[in-house]
T-cell receptor, first 116, second 106 residues
């Protein structure tokens, strides 16, 4: 199947700093990518939909100024957590859809963020 | 968007078939049913998907009822490595429910 890669796999940062997480589709072009957040023992929560060349669409309750999403190319989307705080510590997962809106979603390995 | 409901947890003996049900009673006519699983601290892994007909691949089989309001994922010979949380979602809905925690027991 198609491969989606995330980097870094884990990151520790100090409170107040910004952290960037990259999501790449390695062997296909992804017009649309999705960012999820998962807290311990909870399900994945969709944060935003990232469309190549346009602004991301954020889910209700997700601060767009805090979670900056850029989708500059068909194979790369980035999530920047700005001015991170300990409550932003979570597992962040991206996914990309191959082909049409009914195409399957391929997920990255996830990035674990710990804010001290 | 259609919502899905799944049992919170299930146990299955190693080597036996694991049957995981999912209700998606509000699914629309052109939405696919997808199954993913997540092993602790990893990204979800695609298993199988289908629209109307039953589907089978090297990992599992998917049985969709004729009215498409529910489906069952079948792992024919469960192994310990199949222990995971299994999620059923429909194609236009990108939100995940709580899934079913499957425990395969030796």
């Amino acid at each position: 199947g198609a491969v989606v890669s995330q980097h870094p796999s884990w990151v520790i940062c100090k409170s107040g700093t910004s952290v960037k997480i990259e999501c790449r589709s390695l062997d296909f072009q992804a017009t649309t990518m999705f960012w999820y957040r998962q807290f311990p023992k909870q399900s994945l929560m969709l944060m935003a939909t990232s469309n190549e060349g346009s602004k991301a669409t954020y889910e209700q309750g997700v601060e767009k100024d805090k979670f900056l999403i850029n989708h500059a190319s068909l194979t790369l989307s980035t999530l920047t957590v700005t001015s991170a705080h300990p409550e932003d510590s979570s597992f962040y997962i991206c996914s990309a859809r191959q082909g049409a809106v009914t195409g399957e979603l391929f997920f990255g390995e996830g990035s674990r963020l710990t804010v001290l | 968007d259609a919502k899905t409901t799944q049992p919170t947890s299930m146990d299955c003996a190693e080597g036996r078939a694991a049957n995981l049900p999912c209700n998606h009673s509000t699914i629309s006519g052109n939405e696919y049913v997808y199954w993913y699983r997540q092993i602790h601290s990893q990204g979800p892994q695609y298993i199988i998907h289908g629209l109307k007909n039953n589907e089978t691949n090297e990992m599992a089989s998917l049985i969709i009822t004729e009215d498409r309001k529910s489906s069952t994922l079948i792992l024919p010979h469960a192994t310990l490595r199949d222990t995971a949380v299994y999620y059923c979602i429909v194609s236009y809905q990108l939100t995940f429910g709580k899934g079913t925690k499957l425990s395969v027991i030796p």
